[in-house]
């Protein structure tokens, strides 16, 4: 099967610089905050299982509904197995399963995504200091976590990292482009008193496949669009970091570090 595929390319440099060359009309912006759930002993003791087995499970709040996404990136498509071998919507829970490439420099990889969307502000208690946050993972996204997951992980005692503050800029022209740009910023705390700040910006496109597409015919498509879509936020005069871990790394990184100091 063929699948979408989103086009990242995260910027190097300082942020407001970026911005102000990529959005000079400054368009409507959607805000929320995000946190991430990691293995709470796992935290304790320097460790990410699950970034480092591919899972990510993230929780987001702000504009709009609540919504809480299991993810599997990387993962391979024979992992995706039964009912997960391809998108579906299951309405009972207001979940949205989806399976789409990643492309961020020379990085390609495949990303499994179930989400699931809840009435706003519903999810605020999950991210409590002190609340596992693995209760709020529904049945079926706890269902899709094992049976997909390579190596198999436990999904219990979670700890939630943030709050994250984002800001998304939609379906914005650039160029003969629609990109979409989401900027995190978080401040990390070591020691008291002492406050690192982390401030990422990414622009993104996505391509979806044709009905007479091949593979071979449909990556040539996204290797073009990838590269237009470089040339065009360099010839804006921004930087494109070269950089190989994403903003999700590097936020958990500077978090999980943050919550063992504190």
Known sequence: MIFPVEVKVNIEGTVDDAVSALLPSQPRKSERRIWFAEDHSGVEEGRLPLLDGGVIVRFRSGDGPDDLTAKLRPSEESQLVGRWSRPFEFEPESLEYRVEGDWSGKRRVLAASAEMERPPGSLLGAVQPGVDAALGLS???????????RPALQINRLIALGPINAQKWSDVKLGELDVNLE???????????DGSLLDFLE?????KPKGDDTQKAFESRVERKQRELEETVRGSGVTISELRENKTQRVLTALSAAARSG
Do not use: E, N
């Open 183 to 193: 900027r995190w910023t978080v401040v990390t705390h070591l020691r008291p008193g």
């Open 203 to 207: 622009v993104s496109i996505r391509v």
């Open 139 to 149: 049945v079926i996204q706890r269902q899709f976590i094992d049976q997909c997951a």
